[in-house]
């Protein structure tokens, strides 16, 4: 998808779904064969559930029939969430991250798992697991030291053994 176009899909995109208390986090659009799909990810601070999003992808889809930001022929278009490994780009996808296991790769190279406990205006306070029976450890990530950032998949979650021992 050419900038351009990308530009213009935000511009007349983002209104809608900002209108149903969401954030935008992403538009892409694919060839699949002969058709294009037109990807939207959206979010917010407390997830986005079915409904919100069966609405804001019924008010997306009636915008892009009264106008041509899709140009002539068929498209898909699907509009789901960022998923569980999800990258974080921008400050709100860290807060939103706090007492998730995430995967660090650091700027001065090497790569960190840790929970994010905190999130400020410069970084991340995280908790570094413990190994072979060692003590968790705190560490401070400033925005700067971090390169990259995915969240991890836990089927055994923090949170949840201290649900199980209550």
Request: net charge negative.
């Given at each position: 998808?050419?900038?351009?176009?990308?530009?213009?899909?935000?511009?007349?995109?983002?209104?809608?779904?900002?209108?149903?208390?969401?954030?935008l986090e992403e538009i892409a659009v694919d060839s699949v064969g002969r058709k294009r799909v037109l990807r939207v990810v959206v979010?917010?601070?407390t997830g986005a559930d079915l409904d919100q999003i069966a609405d804001v992808s019924r008010a997306l889809s009636a915008k892009l029939?009264?106008?041509?930001?899709?140009?002539?022929?068929?498209?898909?278009?699907?509009?789901?969430?960022?998923?569980?490994?999800?990258?974080?780009?921008?400050?709100?996808?860290?807060?939103?991250?706090?007492?998730?296991?995430?995967?660090?790769?650091?700027?001065?190279?090497?790569?960190?798992?840790?929970?994010?406990?905190?999130?400020?205006?410069?970084?991340?306070?995280?908790?570094?697991?413990?190994?072979?029976?060692?003590?968790?450890?705190?560490?401070?990530?400033?925005?700067?030291?971090?390169?990259?950032?995915?969240?991890?998949?836990?089927?055994?979650?923090?949170?949840?053994?201290?649900?199980?021992?209550?």
């Amino acid at each position: 998808m050419s900038t351009t176009q990308s530009e213009r899909l935000r511009e007349l995109l983002e209104p809608l779904v900002t209108s149903q208390g969401l954030d935008l986090e992403e538009i892409a659009v694919d060839s699949v064969g002969r058709k294009r799909v037109l990807r939207v990810v959206v979010d917010s601070d407390t997830g986005a559930d079915l409904d919100q999003i069966a609405d804001v992808s019924r008010a997306l889809s009636a915008k892009l029939d009264e106008t041509d930001a899709m140009g002539e022929g068929e498209y898909t278009l699907e509009v789901g969430t960022p998923g569980a490994e999800r990258l974080l780009t921008e400050h709100r996808h860290f807060v939103r991250a706090t007492d998730r296991l995430v995967k660090f790769q650091l700027a001065e190279g090497g790569e960190l798992v840790a929970r994010i406990l905190k999130v400020d205006d410069d970084g991340v306070d995280t908790e570094v697991p413990g190994v072979k029976g060692r003590k968790a450890t705190a560490r401070r990530l400033a925005f700067d030291d971090i390169a990259r950032a995915r969240v991890q998949v836990e089927f055994s979650r923090k949170d949840n053994k201290k649900e199980e021992e209550a």
